[in-house]
């Protein structure tokens, strides 16, 4: 048995590792930045619970006394990271931490972490590291891919190639370039080069697992609505069509938080030093178009319509699949979860939970914040809430 200190640990996907974690007969200590200054008058305070089953559980970020105190019982450290796509983000949570304060916080585990001679360090990356992903051209040639902003601006959604000739989108292996769009992506990779370090520098083992966008169904007590899909499926089954980026045809690889609680649990006994950075993905691309489909089906048995915006969100891809072989080579991950199973959980759950409408509240934040640019944007202010009185 192996004690494990995991981060985020009342995160939506903390949540379910912190399950497959005791019933692989782990003892767990938790650490949770929502904890930090978290009272009653806080969002969300009357619904935040503590996951059950811990044997400890922190405030994050904590004292350096307190985490060294709580890493002499842990052997190995499960770092856990917010949401790295815009879409995925949950206005009813704290917001993530800017880049600097998640990087002060990194040193501070990494070294407490060697102080304690923890031997093993299992980090949570994201393929957005990897950009616009793998592309190809007509001979077959791998091919760097961009997406100009006049582009954009004009609701031209493809990349193209570095000369603007046509590419096409392939599954992304790991020996990709990597080159993140928007700063948690970067951020990301300065953490798999921070752990790096230091596991050379305390011979320790590491494991480095880039996801896909992780959705699936909350566990109790978690107050999160499930990413993007999550604001989907509750459009649906409010009898609304879900807001879309860009013409909705941008591609993900989704893969079930169920199925990432599992890659980390074989990693945290795979993990080593010359283990390079796995893809955890199901290997499949889903369009934002093919996946509200999908959520009507299973719903109601028929399609339903969707609203695309128009608006491409800076910093993200168009395509980003990626090939999950080597994982499956070296920690022995498959995925267990089929998507189509996986929304349906999902909706199920949706049927019974009240899910505020929260879509156009996401798209308005990230357009204050000057991140959406398409031709649907035509008012700095105002255009989602004239939007939401159409839906209603």
């Known amino acids: ?106 040193i501070a585990l990494l070294r407490a972490a060697a102080t304690a001679g923890i031997r093993r360090f299992v980090l949570q990356s994201s393929l957005m590291v990897y950009g616009e992903g793998h592309y190809i051209d007509e001979d077959g040639q791998p091919q760097p891919a961009r997406r100009m902003v006049e582009d954009l601006q004009a609701g031209i959604w493809q990349a193209k190639g570095l000369r603007g000739q046509p590419i096409a989108a392939m599954p992304t292996p790991e020996d990709a370039p990597t080159s993140p769009l928007n700063e948690a992506a970067k951020l990301c990779l300065l953490r798999e080069r921070m752990v790096r370090i230091w596991a050379r520098a305390t011979g320790a083992d590491v494991a480095v697992l880039r996801m896909g966008r992780l959705y699936g169904t909350p566990m109790a007590g978690d107050i999160t609505v499930g990413g993007e899909i999550g604001l989907m499926a509750a459009a649906v089954l409010r009898g609304e069509p879900p807001v879309l980026l860009e013409d909705g045809g941008q591609t993900d690889d989704w893969l079930h938080v169920g199925d990432a609680a599992h890659a980390m649990c074989l990693a945290l006994t795979a993990c080593n030093r010359d283990l390079p950075s ?115």
């Open 1 to 106: 048995m192996t004690c494990v200190l995991v981060t985020s640990v009342c995160s939506h996907h903390g949540r379910h590792l912190v399950r497959a974690l005791r019933e692989r007969g782990h003892e767990v200590i938790g650490l949770d930045g929502r904890l930090h200054g978290h009272s009653d008058s806080s969002p969300g305070a009357a619904t935040l619970t503590i996951p059950a089953d811990l044997d400890l559980i922190m405030s994050w970020p904590a004292d350096q006394d307190s985490l060294a105190l709580a890493l002499t019982r842990a052997d190995a450290i499960i770092h856990l990271i917010p949401p790295v796509h815009p879409m995925d983000l949950d206005l009813l949570k704290r917001p993530p931490a800017s880049p600097s304060a998640a990087l002060t916080e990194m």
């Open 278 to 392: 796995l893809n955890i993905t199901s290997g499949i691309g889903h369009t934002a178009t093919e996946v509200a489909e999908l959520i009507a089906r299973e719903a109601f048995g028929q399609a339903g319509q969707v609203r695309p915006l128009e608006m491409a969100c800076i910093g993200t891809g168009r395509h980003l699949i990626g090939a999950p072989g080597a994982a499956e080579n070296l920690i022995g991950f498959l995925p267990q979860h089929s998507f189509v199973a996986g929304l349906s959980d999902l909706i199920h759950w949706t049927r019974q939970a009240v899910i505020p409408e929260q879509a156009l509240d996401l798209m308005q934040h990230l357009q204050d914040a000057a991140d959406l640019i398409g031709p649907g944007k035509r008012s700095p202010t105002g255009a989602f809430s004239e939007m939401r009185g159409h839906l209603h």
